[in-house]
């Protein structure tokens, strides 16, 4: 035998059994896929992406809810179910087998269930099942202890806020306006976002401020003004923010913008127009400014002809404006008798109705 033939005789084996160990290094991956009735579900898409190193492939379930992928190399791998191309669920293969294909079946009726399950135990604070546990992979545990630490630090952040808030409320009805200043001020830092703080931080200043005078008054004001203001930027469509906001106004002097938004109240909530009007013609006459009052408690009427207090008001604003004739005789502006007449139309019997009576009756002699 020549040495070339002894040669080939003896590499020849070595050729089959590198072949063979090619052929053995693929793998397959496949199962089956549950819908959410528990029922096989046809076309899934089945993501398979390998992560030692880059490689993805696809595919979909058929009718019996069966996949299969095959051909691929060991390694690992993580496979992952999408519904409407929605990720529904995820498996990973640390280091496949060779041989037999590896299984990664998908039940989404149970995966949906206890996913339900683990975020109703997020919800209320409770810890993890020991089933629960062992059925989350270390990513998902991860994810869920940091979402419980967050929820765990936002109802201390929620629970400093009601404190502070709750305090606030009480201080502002006992009319400690430094304290209410105080606790609806730390509740706004603790959450800028919530209009319900800045409308009653606004009522706090405006509180404290009917307590000062002179130089001090005018911040507080303003203050009260600003508050209102951010409560309006956060929820622009209450009636009520817009007439707290602009009785502010009016007690800062702004008596154009305070009608604005007394007539964006009014806009908003027509049923309660009238008392809004009242309330600014109340403010006005209170600051002397009788002119801008007359107008409002006509406003007041215009929106509710059965409002008799603000009848009554206006009547009186009208007096203001009588003048004196022939032989010191007082002379109503036009009127005047007939607001009164209404307010005891509507009232007849108010504990001041018989003055009424007496003073429309001197309205009326010659």
């Given at each position: 035998?020549?040495?070339?033939?002894?040669?080939?005789?003896?590499?020849?084996?070595?050729?089959?059994?590198?072949?063979?160990?090619?052929?053995?290094?693929?793998?397959?991956?496949?199962?089956?896929?549950?819908?959410?009735?528990?029922?096989?579900?046809?076309?899934?898409?089945?993501?398979?992406?390998?992560?030692?190193?880059?490689?993805?492939?696809k595919t979909k379930t058929d009718k019996k809810?069966?996949?299969?992928?095959?051909?691929?190399?060991?390694?690992?791998?993580?496979?992952?179910?999408?519904?409407?191309?929605?990720?529904?669920?995820?498996?990973?293969?640390?280091?496949?087998?060779?041989?037999?294909?590896?299984?990664?079946?998908?039940?989404?009726?149970?995966?949906?269930?206890?996913?339900?399950?683990?975020?109703?135990?997020?919800?209320?604070?409770?810890?993890?099942?020991?089933?629960?546990?062992?059925?989350?992979?270390?990513?998902?545990?991860?994810?869920?202890?940091?979402?419980?630490?967050?929820?765990?630090?936002?109802?201390?952040?929620?629970?400093?806020?009601?404190?502070?808030?709750?305090?606030?409320?009480?201080?502002?009805?006992?009319?400690?306006?430094?304290?209410?200043?105080?606790?609806?001020?730390?509740?706004?830092?603790?959450?800028?976002?919530?209009?319900?703080v800045f409308a009653n931080l606004g009522d706090?200043?405006?509180g404290r401020a009917k307590k000062l005078a002179?130089?001090?008054?005018?911040?507080?004001?303003?203050?009260?003004?600003?508050?209102?203001?951010?409560?309006?930027?956060?929820?622009?469509?209450?009636?009520?923010?817009?007439?707290?906001?602009?009785?502010?106004?009016?007690?800062?002097?702004?008596?154009?913008?305070?009608?604005?938004?007394?007539?964006?109240?009014?806009?908003?909530?027509?049923?309660?127009?009238?008392?809004?009007?009242?309330?600014?013609?109340?403010?006005?006459?209170?600051?002397?400014?009788?002119?801008?009052?007359?107008?409002?408690?006509?406003?007041?009427?215009?929106?509710?002809?059965?409002?008799?207090?603000?009848?009554?008001?206006?009547?009186?604003?009208?007096?203001?404006?009588?003048?004196?004739?022939?032989?010191?005789?007082?002379?109503?502006?036009?009127?005047?008798?007939?607001?009164?007449?209404?307010?005891?139309?509507?009232?007849?019997?108010?504990?001041?109705?018989?003055?009424?009576?007496?003073?429309?009756?001197?309205?009326?002699?010659?």
């Amino acid at each position: 035998m020549t040495a070339m033939l002894r040669k080939l005789l003896l590499t020849a084996p070595l050729t089959l059994l590198f072949a063979a160990s090619c052929f053995a290094q693929t793998v397959a991956i496949e199962g089956t896929v549950i819908g959410d009735d528990g029922k096989p579900l046809q076309g899934a898409e089945i993501k398979i992406e390998r992560i030692d190193i880059k490689g993805n492939w696809k595919t979909k379930t058929d009718k019996k809810g069966h996949y299969f992928y095959g051909g691929l190399q060991g390694g690992s791998y993580k496979v992952t179910v999408e519904v409407d191309k929605v990720a529904r669920d995820t498996m990973s293969i640390p280091r496949t087998k060779y041989g037999d294909p590896n299984q990664a079946d998908f039940n989404l009726q149970k995966s949906k269930k206890e996913i339900a399950d683990i975020q109703k135990a997020a919800d209320s604070g409770q810890g993890l099942s020991k089933e629960q546990e062992r059925a989350m992979s270390a990513e998902e545990k991860a994810k869920f202890e940091k979402a419980q630490k967050e929820r765990e630090q936002q109802m201390a952040k929620n629970k400093a806020l009601n404190d502070a808030f709750n305090a606030g409320r009480e201080a502002l009805a006992a009319q400690q306006w430094d304290v209410a200043v105080t606790q609806f001020q730390k509740a706004s830092e603790l959450d800028p976002n919530q209009h319900v703080v800045f409308a009653n931080l606004g009522d706090a200043h405006i509180g404290r401020a009917k307590k000062l005078a002179g130089a001090e008054k005018t911040p507080e004001i303003e203050a009260g003004i600003a508050s209102y203001r951010k409560a309006l930027e956060i929820k622009p469509d209450d009636a009520s923010y817009h007439n707290n906001f602009g009785l502010a106004l009016a007690q800062g002097g702004k008596f154009e913008e305070a009608q604005a938004e007394l007539n964006k109240a009014a806009q908003l909530d027509p049923a309660q127009a009238g008392k809004f009007y009242y309330n600014l013609g109340a403010l006005l006459t209170n600051a002397g400014q009788s002119e801008p009052a007359t107008v409002a408690f006509k406003k007041a009427i215009e929106v509710d002809p059965n409002y008799a207090d603000a009848y009554y008001q206006y009547g009186i604003s009208l007096m203001g404006k009588a003048t004196l004739g022939e032989g010191g005789k007082m002379v109503p502006v036009a009127g005047t008798g007939e607001a009164f007449q209404k307010y005891l139309e509507l009232a007849p019997n108010a504990f001041d109705s018989e003055r009424i009576r007496r003073r429309l009756q001197a309205l009326r002699t010659p």
